[in-house]
């Protein structure tokens, strides 16, 4: 009888851990299935911005993602979804890229004061 019952709990620990290799591998290949996901992405992303901006933009893009990443991220995807909806018909040059920041940025006030 004892035997019996160490051999049921020696199957079920067995089972146990069988299922959970089974779902460490299973988590192991999900996250490599995302970062390939994540992977590919990006690489698509670079892709359309080397066709759309000039490798001055580019620079500036990068520089500005560098310093204020939020603001650069927004700016690369309203490039990429322009680029994907078919809006832009030339490549983008530094001017050009100047002037959509200075649209997207947050217009700054200039405080004076004034001593009476």
């Keep these: 009888m004892s035997d019996e019952l160490e051999e049921i709990?020696?199957?079920?620990?067995?089972?146990?851990?069988?299922?959970?290799?089974d779902a460490h591998q299973s988590d192991i290949d999900q996250y490599a299935y995302q970062q390939e996901q994540a992977e590919r992405m990006e690489e698509e992303k670079k892709r359309i911005l080397r066709q759309i901006l000039t490798p001055e933009a580019r620079e500036r893009l990068t520089r500005l993602k560098m310093s204020r990443n939020e603001l650069g991220e927004q700016l690369e995807s309203q490039l990429i979804s322009l680029a994907k909806s078919g809006r832009i018909q030339s490549v983008i040059d530094d001017d050009k890229l100047k002037q959509l920041l200075s649209q997207i940025q947050p217009k700054k006030h200039d405080t004076n004061i004034r001593r009476i």
Excluded: A, I, N
């Design 9 to 21: 709990r020696r199957k079920k620990r067995e089972h146990l851990q069988q299922q959970q290799q």
